[in-house]
């Protein structure tokens, strides 16, 4: 549902996970915090992940989530850019 909801924009990048919830367009940090609080309202523990990633010929910053099932933690990537 976040995915479908929310439309890629580097320029437009809530900074909580009240405002992310809300959030029609953001960044990849939108997308990991609005993932996480609908993960979590449904007692999902779930983490925001800070790195690096490979685009093109360099690294740049990137958030994502990590979700824990009981027995490990799983990498959940909802940001597509476009």
Do not use: K, Q
């Not at 925001?48 to 958030?63: C, E, F, Q, S």
């Amino acid at each position: 549902s976040v995915r479908a909801r929310i439309r890629p924009d580097l320029g437009a990048a809530p900074t909580d996970a009240r405002a992310a919830i809300d959030a029609t367009a953001g960044d990849c940090t939108t997308y990991a915090l609005a993932y996480a609080a609908l993960a979590r309202a449904r007692g999902i523990p779930t983490r925001i992940v800070t790195g690096l990633r490979v685009d093109g010929d360099r690294l740049v910053r990137h958030r994502w989530a990590v979700s824990g099932t009981g027995r490990a933690w799983i990498a959940v990537e909802v940001f597509l850019p476009s």
